[in-house]
């Protein structure tokens, strides 16, 4: 794109942004509205690219690229709301002044839920640095509520951002373990950990909180994911420390065996010792604290993610020979 007027270029577009460009950069973005929606989508791709290494370069101009999450190609909004995850990663402050129009697209049962799912994703990032800023009664209750009828994609993204509001401030969910709890029986294993570390979170500040989830965390004990039965035990364990206690008869003879994974055998452990039936062993040195979960979920969520790169979420089809950007089977972007 050049100043006479010419199709925006992607590359035009994030030089501006890496040169702090605002006045130019709006100037992109404004002819852009003109733009075939390849275009446009290309040069939210080329943003999001460049929010991964120069998140900073967006500082001030979030609020523009929000007219993209309303835009008529529902390829363009998916890419936008991309964008903003990108960004909630990266530099969560960037995306503070777009909260609330990211809430509204979640809020909209019209709207294409996968990109519903990224907008939930993107709040609960922004949630970890400032959860004052995404959790109003409001948007809580859109995240609450929707894990009992949304789509899988989005229950799993729902599920994510709550237990980063959780991370943020993990008094904002003491009032609702009980509710989080009806869930963790999900057939997504995402969903069932993701909640499962939410209420671990909780625990870590407020244990006696975890009581209201007692019966469907003895559930997950059993649950055929080991990162979820570690969650589990984690949240138990804190349990059996508080007042309102957990009994020592808590069976969890048969969750491990030799070829459990660590995660799992160190929360087992935990558990014991904080019933006071643990055998010999080591200490359990970062388990049961915010810091640990903060430290180690994202690992956890990437092992568990890593034997289902190649495959389309919403049908299950093997992408791995493919670059075509949506599913051929059921036209889901990738």
Not at 249 to 256: A, E, M
Not at 314 to 324: F, Q
Request: charged share 30%; aromatic share 4%; proline share 5%.
């Amino acid at each position: 794109m050049t100043d006479s007027g010419q199709q925006p270029s992607p590359d035009r577009l994030t030089d501006r942004l890496e040169a702090g460009d605002h006045e130019g950069v709006m100037t992109c973005l404004d002819r852009l509205d003109a733009a075939d929606a390849e275009t446009r989508k290309r040069v939210l791709q080329a943003s999001r690219d460049l929010a991964t290494e120069h998140p900073s370069a967006f500082e001030g101009l979030s609020p523009s690229f929000v007219p993209f999450l309303t835009d008529d190609d529902r390829a363009v909004r998916l890419t936008a709301a991309k964008l903003f995850v990108t960004l909630a990663q990266t530099a969560p402050a960037t995306v503070v002044p777009v909260v609330d129009s990211l809430a509204e697209r979640l809020a909209d049962a019209e709207e294409f839920y996968y990109v519903r799912a990224r907008c939930a994703e993107a709040l609960g990032y922004v949630a970890v640095e400032s959860p004052a800023d995404v959790t109003d009664p409001e948007t809580l209750a859109d995240l609450r509520i929707g894990l009992e009828f949304d789509e899988p994609e989005v229950k799993q993204k729902l599920a994510k951002a709550l237990a980063h509001v959780a991370l943020g401030d993990p008094s904002r969910l003491r009032h609702h373990v009980s509710s989080l709890a009806e869930h963790v029986d999900d057939e997504n294993e995402l969903i069932r950990y993701h909640l499962c570390t939410a209420i671990v979170v909780v625990g870590c500040e407020r244990p006696e909180k975890v009581a209201g989830a007692t019966d469907a965390l003895q559930e997950c004990l059993t649950d055929e994911n080991p990162y979820v039965q570690g969650r589990a035990a984690e949240a138990l364990g804190l349990l059996a420390a508080s007042d309102t206690g957990v009994g020592a008869d808590l069976d969890l003879d048969g969750v491990t065996d030799e070829n459990s994974p660590t995660f799992l055998t160190d929360r087992v452990r935990f558990c014991r010792q904080r019933l006071g039936t643990a055998r010999s062993g080591t200490a359990t040195d970062g388990v049961g604290t915010i810091e640990s979960v903060w430290d180690g979920t994202e690992d956890v969520v990437a092992e568990m993610l890593s034997s289902d790169e190649d495959e389309c979420p919403h049908c299950g089809l093997d992408l791995s020979d493919t670059d075509l950007p949506m599913c051929p089977r059921c036209g889901i972007p990738r």
